[in-house]
Nanobody
């Protein structure tokens, strides 16, 4: 079975940094898209960032562009989200997700991802 295991969330004050990771097991990754989504209390799940596994092409939501960096270590089947200059509005549960294909224009749609991690809590205090 495919498993996505997240870690690295936590509590940080505004302006700080966190680097959650997402380890994938049970599947060899190639022409996949992987992504980070987040969901704050009372809000819809929203797209944060995506990466084409093999090529490393990245996409970002406007709200995090310039502050967050998505990356992956292909040898470890692990994806990362470097989050800098964190703001209280970044507080949410962060989920990693795996899609079977590359997506050039629909990577932001949760329905295109068929496997999800359990989520990791990120809390940014003011």
């Amino acid at each position: 079975q495919v498993q996505l295991v997240e870690s690295g969330g936590g509590l940080v004050q505004a302006g700080g940094s966190l680097r959650p990771s997402c380890a994938v097991s049970g599947r060899t990754l190639s022409t996949n898209t992987m992504a980070w989504f987040r969901q704050a209390p009372g809000k819809e799940r929203e797209f944060v960032a995506a990466i084409w596994w093999s090529a490393g092409t990245t996409y970002y939501a406007d709200s995090v562009k310039g502050r967050f960096t998505i990356s992956r270590d292909t040898a470890k089947n692990t994806m990362y989200l470097q989050m800098n200059s964190l703001k209280p509005e970044d507080t949410a549960v962060y989920y990693c997700a795996l899609a079977p294909y590359y997506y050039s224009s629909s990577f932001y749609r949760p329905g295109n991802y068929d496997h999800w991690g359990q989520g990791t809590q990120v809390t940014v205090s003011s």
